[in-house]
């Protein structure tokens, strides 16, 4: 794995978000902003993305495998398009 505590997560074009929220799950503890350039991906792609689907990553305290949920995670989505983005370089 890398060397990343609690990364932070700037997904461009992200639609429903899914490497984002794999990301979040082996490297628990980080914060995901997901970025597509319309509603649909915000409301349908990542809004109806199925809450039970389990992603497979660590648990921080034990150290061993656990499964984690899309509710566990801290995210954010904005519906811009990535060439009007303001953000500063905060993210890994």
């Known amino acids: 794995g ?17 490497e ?24 349908v792609r990542f809004g109806e993305f199925p809450s039970a689907y389990p ?5 921080p305290a034990t150290g061993h495998r656990r499964v ?3 509710e566990e995670m801290a995210i954010d989505f904005e519906v811009r398009d990535i060439r009007d983005l303001d953000h500063a370089p905060e993210y890994d």
């Open 68 to 70: 984690w949920y899309k």
């Open 20 to 43: 984002a929220m794999q990301l979040l799950a082996m490297y628990p503890g980080g914060h995901a902003t997901l970025v597509d350039y319309d509603d649909f991906c915000r409301d």
């Open 55 to 59: 992603f497979l990553g660590v648990d």
């Open 2 to 18: 890398l060397d990343v505590v609690r990364p932070r997560i700037l997904f461009l074009g992200s639609a429903e978000g899914y």
